[in-house]
């Protein structure tokens, strides 16, 4: 058996409840709690297995079998002729006279994919089936290959150009901008204060695919430094036009400290609820702080919260 950690307590106990009281909430809790477990499944060896993984299986051993190993399940066979797939929600629950050659950890869905793989011989299956038993039927084990299949199903979402330029703008001026200046201090706004429009399509182009380029121009970005004591120096980046709509942001404002070397990062975001002036820390958490003064007041605003009074 493969050595993956099982511990399926939880699943036990709601088994237990359901069986003693009936109740479909019971029952959906046992569901959500086996989608998510790992179960043990009794299993014939492969018939051409090499001998000394068979020695490693009769000692009880964990063998680590190639992927393309076809798994052959122990059945259970019914009175009606039926045959059952038992799962078991841990190696205790099975009876020492009832053990099989070899056991598996599988997650559950795995059980539901085999037992849809061989459908023609498996009407359900049976948990703990000599114990506290809980029978899945047929019409439930469609029901969990349904969601077994909708979950490895990945979801592409087409975005528009315009969408993809607001996600890359975001993604600029909530992270990686910040994060170059706070790792690069006083030389990472120079370099800033230096080239500035293109070196910020230099940060666009971080997250564009090759071959693809922003939208925006080197002249549409507006940059301006202010010495505005001998330790606050303040620089403010406008960013593109077309970037002051709801949910980006329209204006950057970096304040260095010349007396720590501290490098503190403000932002104008445009809100559903109007202007805010937000900022990004050394940790890269983005918070919304005040509602963003008049043009006038924005520069009093962004260094009464950068040097409290």
Do not use: W
């Not at 909430?25 to 001998?51: F, G, H, N, R, W």
């Not at 600029?172 to 370099?191: C, D």
């Not at 403000?266 to 043009?295: C, S, W």
């Amino acid at each position: 058996m493969a050595e993956q950690k099982i511990d399926n307590k939880a699943l036990e106990e709601a088994i237990a409840a359901f069986r003693s009281d009936k109740e479909r909430d019971s029952y959906v809790k046992v569901m959500e709690l086996l989608e998510k477990s790992i179960v043990v499944v009794p299993t014939m060896p492969p018939s051409d297995i090499a001998p000394e993984l068979m020695e490693q299986l009769k000692a009880g051993k964990p063998v680590q079998f190639p992927k393309e190993t076809k798994i052959v399940p122990c059945l259970l066979r019914k009175e009606t002729g039926e045959q059952a797939l038992p799962i078991f929600t841990s190696p205790e629950q099975i009876p020492e006279d009832k053990k099989s050659p070899m056991v598996m950890a599988m997650p559950f869905m795995g059980v539901i994919a085999m037992a849809a793989a061989n459908q023609d011989k498996v009407a359900e299956v049976v948990v703990n089936p000599f114990t506290e038993m809980m029978v899945l039927n047929r019409s439930v084990l469609e029901i969990a290959e349904k969601r077994r299949k909708a979950a490895g199903q990945i979801k592409t979402v087409q975005l528009t150009k315009e969408q993809f330029q607001d996600l890359a703008h975001n993604r600029v001026t909530h992270a990686i901008l910040p994060k170059y200046l706070f790792e690069n201090g006083e030389e990472g706004l120079k370099t800033l204060q230096r080239e500035e429009g293109a070196f910020l399509l230099k940060l666009y182009e971080q997250i564009y695919p090759k071959g693809q380029k922003c939208g925006s121009r080197a002249e549409d970005f507006s940059l301006m430094t202010l010495n505005l004591t001998d330790t606050i120096q303040l620089t403010r980046l406008d960013m593109p036009d077309e970037t002051n709509k709801k949910g980006l942001c329209y204006r950057v404002y970096a304040v260095f400290k010349r007396d720590t070397e501290e490098v503190l990062y403000y932002t104008l975001e445009n809100t559903k609820d109007g202007n805010f002036i937000a900022r990004v820390t050394q940790d890269g958490k983005h918070e919304i702080l005040e509602q963003a003064p008049d043009n006038g007041a924005e520069i009093e605003a962004v260094l009464n919260l950068a040097e409290p009074s």
